[in-house]
């Protein structure tokens, strides 16, 4: 039979609870895992003084023999959202190595809001730099639509499902142009997606089209989209990639590579002595002004012509004409997951 809890008694559980317990909201958090585990045990060196623990970022940052990863703060995600949650997390922390690092007035709040936009423009004021401005390499992997919104894929009208895959996560897309803001970005290490969970099968509402034919699939065409794209838009970083189908689509992605390279206009020196040369640009006159405007809108009138009634549905799904079926190859055999094999990123 239930008896009802007396107050004398409840109050000597109570206070006996309170015995054991623990306030944790005095105990320091770590802080981001990313630093944390290269120093292992060693943590709680940060809190040692201000000198030790802007050398010891330092150290985290750039790489040293004696940590865990001696390449540097280095990011790996297997899933857009590990992506996007952990260059938001570490852009959420200030490095704090120099003196006035995290702003303090309206005037500052500015000025780090436009170094965290644009470093490579304002790098005087590295000073407001955070911990993913430090990044210097990222290992990431994704699922086949996710990487296709990520490198904002426009074979076959793709692009027509960017509000979709915006809707789905409820924030803003996070794309390849997140790069620009990493200065520090020295390599960039891409696995292309294996067999999807459950199988190449798509979903009713997934947002993008569909990417698998119903009785013979073609996972090395939207390979090919996918790394394509890679080459096109990621020529000025250094980049490598993995999972290729077979010997042949790697050749075949190297020229792409290749081609896009050789197409930059600028490297960056030269953008530097051209900015020098002008003084940062050549004002031009009111016509001249008009006329880029009226060139403009001709261009945006032009894409949206070309964009309506455009017979590219039928790209999707892509119709495997391999000599032998593509899905059948041992690579694509694996689940989805990251594999950690070495990857040799080729410098130029």
Known sequence: MHR????????????????HYK??????KPGPF??????????????????????TMRLCITGSGELIRSEG?????????????????????????????????????????????????????SRFATLGHG??????????????????????????????????????VLTYEVFERLPCLDELVIRLPLRPYGGRKDRPAQAGPMLWHANSPCPRAVHRVIYERIAAVLAPYNV????????????RYEVARAEAVKALNFTEDELDNLYA???????????????SKELEIARQKKR??????????????????????CMLARVLAAQNITRYGKLEVKRG
């Open 135 to 172: 990044i210097q390499k990222i290992s990431l992997s994704m699922d086949w639509l996710s990487i296709m919104h990520f490198l904002k894929v426009t074979a076959g009208g793709f692009d027509r499902c960017y509000d979709s895959f915006a809707r789905f996560h409820k924030k803003k």
């Open 23 to 28: 306030d944790v909201q005095g105990v320091r």
């Open 304 to 325: 949206k012509q070309l964009n309506v009634g455009r017979v590219q549905d039928n790209f999707w799904p892509p119709l495997c004409f391999c000599d032998e079926p």
């Open 73 to 125: 703060l280095t990011i790996i995600a297997e899933s857009y959202k590990g992506v996007r949650d952990r260059l938001t997390r570490l852009g959420d922390c200030y490095v704090m190595t120099t003196p006035n690092g995290v702003p303090t007035s309206p005037t500052e709040q500015v000025l780090s809001k436009a170094y965290e936009r644009f470093p490579k423009i304002h790098p005087h004021l």
């Open 34 to 55: 990313e630093i944390v585990e290269q120093l292992g045990d060693w943590f709680s060196i940060l809190y040692v003084s201000h000198q030790v623990r802007a050398i």
């Open 277 to 291: 040369e002008d003084r940062g640009g050549v004002e031009l006159s009111e016509d001249e002004k008009g006329l």
């Open 240 to 251: 490598a990639v993995g999972n290729f189908i077979d010997s042949d689509e790697l050749r």
């Open 4 to 19: 009802r809890i007396t107050h004398g008694k409840f109050e000597e559980r109570l206070a006996r609870f309170n015995w």
